[in-house]
């Protein structure tokens, strides 16, 4: 008889209970896009900290930073896409507090390849000459063996201990799938991590994948997967385009509260204080009242 | 009710930067035009729509689109797919010439977009050097001013993002081989590098923007020699093109103000 297939369901919360203090974490998706919101707001409600957050940056760096748990960020920006400036970034960088690694999003991206593919850095011209390399001075160079003799910059492999990202649907064993325009990174930041938790709008039965999209959709495969959480409107308030877009509203909300410490106190009592459901409540609310 | 400008006024300040924007693309056959804010994004459709018509342009997300929409309105033509990691790709591989903003540009064209002050603990954090480092060592890449001021036109950049001149040779010949800052538009004037030290030099002046009034508005000595010539007048079919078709609503006038 056949044995019974590995399933990975879990809790947003026992993934946030995986993770540990000091641990270097890849978050996906792309500024204020797809993000893993759920996974970090359930990670807001652990107790870790001290973490290596590796990002192309957006409101999932300004939460983690504005409750103290970054001790480090590798980035190239942090951005709410529609409001250019992170308000929890820029208030947490100005008054030192975290280290910082500032990379190009193109080393970010060979970095995050390296670790994927298990090398410790890929040659990439960008960097040279510009100031990336004077504050990480950690980079080295590499010149090439063959006759062209030409110098690059090493991008150093960013590899990671846990990866979070978030989808439109996945199986329980691991599958998952993007139905929107881009994939961003979230595939890379699985393969360049020992452990990545997918999160998803809906968990579907495997053969369900078909219906939804063509077989290049199944972005991340179950091969590189440890957990799946069923979160649904988890990217909230980042965009999980085709299931919904960017609560703009929501975000300019985030943003104007970000600016003042009393007003980011309320907030975080209103929508940060309770469990997921009591956020996505309390996040109805808030677009009835507006609307 | 349109807030546009009516059929037959005169080109406006911020009409002659999108002029002047869409010009940088000019003779650049096959490639991406990547621009970025209001008005290098009007002038990118608007090269497209009269002497460019080679030119490739985004959605702004990931996609490539075959028609040229008004802005804010959907394109209803999707030509190909250019997600991030094909952007990042299609950098490396030089078939993209980028117009990026700058918080603040030298006279050699390095450029700041990550942080003012002390990188270590900055007076005011911006965006993050983003891709500034890959673009200009590996694309064509100008800049877009749409306010020239001696705090964006400095002595020095505090935090280099993108790459000038000077610094890119002082790197070697690694970083000089893909390396080109064709233009740099502001809301006075369009500037370029081809001098024999690639500082920057005046290329036009906007009508109505007098020698002074640049050289004050600049935070490094600027020669404007007094035959500079000045930027070129629109023809009444573009001004008919980005008055109806490209920016009805008159958004360029939000971005450079007279």
Redo the contacts between chains.
Sequence with gaps: MARARNQKLMTADQVAGRIESGMTIGIGG?GSRRKPMALVRALLRSDVTDLTVVSY?GPDVGLLAAAGRVRKLV?????LDSI??EPH??AA????GFELM??????F?WGLTAAAHRLPFLP?????????M??NPSLRTVTSPYEDG???VAAPALRLDAALVHLNRADAYGNAQYL??????DDLFCEAATDAYVSCERVVETAEFAEAGGPQTLLVGRQEVTGVVEAPNGAHFTSCVPDYGRDEPFQAAYAKAAADPAAWREFTERFLDGDEDAYQAAVAAFAKEGA | MSEGTAPGAAATRAEYCVIACAEAWRGDGEILASPMGTVPTIGARLAKLTFAPELLLTDGEALLIGDVPGLGEAARVVEGWLPYRRHLAMVTGGKRHVMMGASQLDRYGNQNISCIGDWRRPDRQLLGVRGAPANTLNNPTSYWVPKHSTRVLVEKADMVCGVGYERAAAAGPSATRFHRIPRVVTDLAVLDFETTDHRMRVRSLHPGVSPERLREATGFPLDVPADVPRTREPSAEELRLIREVIDPRGLREREVRP
């Design positions: 792309w940056g980035a190239a920006f942090v951005t250019p400036l970034f820029r960088r100005q008054s030192g500032e990379l190009d999003e193109a080393m991206m990439v011209r960008s960097g040279l000459g510009s100031d990336v004077t504050v030409e110098e690059f929107g325009p881009d994939p961003y990174f």
